[in-house]
C-alpha cells in the first residue's frame, strides 16, 4: 500500500507541483510503500537532503543524467559518492559519459535539475544503480521539485526505475 503525506483514503488533501504529483501517482500505481514529503528548506542537494530528513548522507539517491555516445542514461549514487565517469563509460560501452548541461535535464528526464525523480523519465534510454544503495532498510529520492523527496525500499527503487545494479562510483581515496 503506498502512504503518501498529503492523502487521506484517496482523496487529495492538498494540491502538489504537477512534478511531484506525476511522481506520487507513478509510486500510487505500482502499489508500493512509499512516503512522498515537501520540506519547507527546500532539498536542492544531497546534504541539503539528509539535513532535512535527519538521515544519513548515504541514503540520498543521486540522480544524475549522463549522455553516453547518443543515449541518455541516468545513473543514482548515495549523496556521500560520487560517480566515476569511466565505470559509466565502461558499463554502457560508450566512448564518453558526459555530465548532461542543466539546460537538458528538464527536457530528457521531465524534472528540473536539482529534483529529479528516478521515474517516471521521458527520454532516458538506460538507469544504473550503485549496489551500495542496497544495503539500507530505506532511501530518499528527489520526487519532482526541490522542496519534495520520497522514501522507498532500495529493491523497489531498482525495480520501478528499471535499474541495472552496477558500481557506477570513485574509489574511495
Known sequence: M??????ASGVVARVWPEPVERVAAFLRAAGTEAR?????GGTPTAQH???AIGCELGQIVKSLLFRCDARWVLVLVPGDRRADRA???AA?????????PAHEVERVTGFEPGAVAPFPLRQVDRVLLDPSL???D????????TSHMASLAPADLARLAH???MDVVQDPA
Open 92 to 100: 554502457t560501452g560508450a566512448r564518453a559519459a558526459d555530465i548532461a
Open 134 to 136: 542496497l544495503g539500507h
Open 163 to 165: 535499474a541495472e545494479p
Open 2 to 7: 503506498t502512504r503518501l503525506r498529503g492523502y
Open 87 to 89: 565505470k559509466i563509460v
Open 36 to 40: 512522498v514529503e515537501e520540506f519547507s
Open 138 to 145: 530505506v532511501v530518499w529520492i528527489g520526487a519532482g521539485s
Open 49 to 51: 537532503a539528509a539535513d
